[in-house]
């Protein structure tokens, strides 16, 4: 009876052994995007989740969940991001902003040029994401770290139902929809135009009432959202901002993995940067030509008007460093990183066409 009361100990602590092993190797992560299954969110979400459960061969699980099932605002977002309630969530910078304003120098205008450009500043292991993802970890008490920045929507531009808006003089008395956020709304001002908050689900009705003529936004977006149906028929590709997705996670449950299962989430997050990359280009072509098709007037400024904007624009950044936590830090990460990635450009670009 002994030996059979001690052999059944036995087995159950090697079961239980078992069990406690196999939890240990076992992984869900719980990822949300407050968009819909058409977003480049949504593209980067299932990117990561087919990648990340390949490759570590079923040992992570990706629960993805899109809308607002699980949190319905940035706040609110990140911190179940803090609590661990969420894993990984992504958001805007404007969405971000307070908890880290200091992610608002993504909305600084005509910082860069092109994809190219943004593409390269964005990449891992540059000084500016470097900075980025400390300043991130510090801000939240080492709770949330900052995984990536892809993109949500292409380059923001203005447009409006009012007229073709070809130079800042333009843009004068027309009210411009807005974030909550600071830097926004300071953009708008320095061009003349009259900055006003809405929230994204009632700009269409906005739209149609004449609360506000204009906003800030990708041609995806605009399209998406069928705002030309509320009169919004101008559309200026002055590209003065990025559209950047900043992908946060959970910091206890990445540290909670083995090294092994940290680089498949890594690598993970680098396929998810890609994808949300690529999806905003070729959206953007259907996007154009319905516009266009449906009587839209797309204008696309000069060099010379594009560097008016600039000019115009220009008080905007020494707001950001005298009134942004962190803002004077962050604004030197981005332009060093922005002129070492053009040299590389430069240098690439020579050697092709040598």
């Known amino acids: 009876m002994l030996k059979g009361l001690t052999t059944a100990a036995l087995t159950a602590t090697l079961l239980a052994g078992s069990a406690f092993m196999a939890s240990a190797q076992d992984f869900t992560i719980r990822a949300t995007a407050n968009s819909n299954e058409n977003d ?58 307070g908890i880290f304003p200091f992610v608002q120098v993504l909305d600084l205008p005509y910082l860069m040029s092109d ?17 980025m993802k ?24 203005f447009a409006n139902t009012q007229r073709r808006v070809a130079q800042p003089s333009d843009m004068e008395g027309l009210k411009i929809r807005t974030v909550v956020a600071d830097l926004p709304q300071e953009l708008v001002k320095a061009l003349g135009a009259s900055p006003t908050p809405i929230p994204w689900p009632e700009l269409f009705t906005s739209f149609q009432t004449g609360v506000v003529e204009g906003s800030k936004n990708g041609i995806t977006d ?16 002055d590209g003065h901002a990025y559209m950047g997705a900043l992908w946060f996670m959970n910091n206890e449950k990445f540290q909670s993995m083995p090294a ?27 996007a154009y030509a319905e516009f266009q098709d449906g009587g839209g007037d797309l204008y696309v400024p000069t060099p010379a008007e594009k560097a008016a904007f600039k000019e115009a624009a220009t008080p905007v950044f020494g707001w ?8 004077a830090q962050i604004l030197e990460a981005l332009v060093g990183s922005v002129a070492e990635v053009e040299a590389e450009i430069d240098a690439a670009r020579a050697a092709d066409l040598n």
């Open 40 to 97: 480049e969110d949504a593209d980067g979400l299932n990117v990561f989740k087919t990648f990340v459960e390949q490759a570590s061969n079923g040992a992570i699980e990706v629960e993805v969940f899109i809308g607002t099932q699980l949190c319905s605002n940035g706040a609110e977002c990140l911190q179940g991001v803090a609590d661990g309630n969420i894993d990984v969530y992504i958001s805007t910078s404007g969405g971000a902003s």
């Open 115 to 131: 994809d190219r450009v943004a593409e390269g500043v964005l990449a891992n292991g540059t000084g500016f994401m470097n900075t």
């Open 134 to 157: 400390e300043m991130t970890l510090a801000a939240s008490g080492d709770m949330i770290r900052l995984m990536t920045v892809g993109n949500t929507g292409g380059w923001r531009n």
């Open 222 to 237: 605009i399209m998406g959202m069928k705002f030309p149906d509320a009169g919004l028929q101008y559309v200026t590709l």
């Open 260 to 286: 092994d299962m940290k680089r498949v989430v890594v690598d993970g997050f680098y396929a998810l940067q890609q994808a949300t990359f690529a999806s905003p280009k070729r959206k953007s072509i259907a």
């Open 320 to 327: 950001f460093e005298e009134n942004v936590d962190g803002g």
